[in-house]
T-cell receptor, first 109, second 114 residues
Framework: KNEVEQSPQNLTAQEGEFITINCSYS?????LHWLQQHPGGGIVSLFM???GKKKHGRLIATINIQEKHSSLHITASHPRDSAVYIC???????????FGTGTRLQVFP | DVKVTQSSRYLVKRTGEKVFLECVQD?????MFWYRQDPGLGLRLIYF???????EKGDIPEGYSVSREKKERFSLILESASTNQTSMYLC?????????????FGPGTRLTVT
């Protein structure tokens, strides 16, 4: 069983829809990261969370430490949001990350 | 602006060749990482380095070696490339001055071994 599980693996949406991507983990963590990877490969960090909720524009990330679960929400989705979204967790006392397998999102006009 | 660069975006090599992938960061970061990314498997850590000349094996080090002679540069070496090393290779760095454990990624090198 993977230590970081994401769902769904693939997601298609119409422009304007509300999107939710889920991440569950089974290890003790110092922080959880949401990353975005566009076609072509480059990865950018969207959020780093250790508790609660963060918001940046149309993106919202939440984490429930007790349940070991995080969600990434995209409000009013747009075709430019089409990308792979990756959840990663940072382990205690280490600089290493463990990655989920990613969620491929396609938003159609 | 933070920057991690990789020597090539696309690379095609023959089986048995020695392959060098270079990564350079301009943020004075202590930590540097090499990952490979394969469909359905996510990013997997090959090696990481927490200081010059220091290295530690990741989850899948077999068939790879690394070199870190200068703080800003971390090289991944495929001693004798094989077809199962065809993959996307991503370099990342992190260190003091960044948010705790945040990693900055390079653009990736798509390596094909024929």
């Amino acid at each position: 069983k993977n230590e970081v599980e994401q769902s769904p693996q693939n997601l298609t949406a119409q422009e304007g829809e509300f999107i939710t991507i889920n991440c569950s983990y089974s290890v003790g963590i110092s922080a959880l990261h949401w990353l975005q990877q566009h076609p072509g490969g480059g990865i950018v960090s969207l959020f780093m969370l250790s508790s609660g909720k963060k918001k940046h524009g149309r993106l919202i990330a939440t984490i429930n430490i007790q349940e070991k679960h995080s969600s990434l929400h995209i409000t009013a989705s747009h075709p430019r949001d089409s990308a792979v979204y990756i959840c990663a967790v940072g382990l205690y006392n280490t600089d290493k990350l463990i990655f989920g397998t990613g969620t491929r999102l396609q938003v159609f006009p | 602006d933070v920057k991690v660069t990789q020597s090539s975006r696309y690379l095609v090599k023959r089986t048995g060749e020695k392959v060098f992938l270079e990564c350079v960061q301009d943020m004075d970061h202590e930590n540097m990482f090499w990952y490979r990314q394969d469909p359905g498997l996510g990013l997997r850590l090959i090696y990481f380095s927490y200081d010059v000349k220091m290295k530690e094996k990741g989850d899948i080090p077999e068939g790879y070696s690394v070199s870190r002679e200068k703080k800003e540069r971390f090289s991944l070496i495929l001693e004798s490339a094989s077809t199962n090393q065809t993959s996307m290779y991503l370099c990342a760095s992190s260190g003091a001055g960044t948010r705790l454990y945040e990693q900055y990624f390079g653009p990736g090198t798509r390596l094909t071994v024929t």
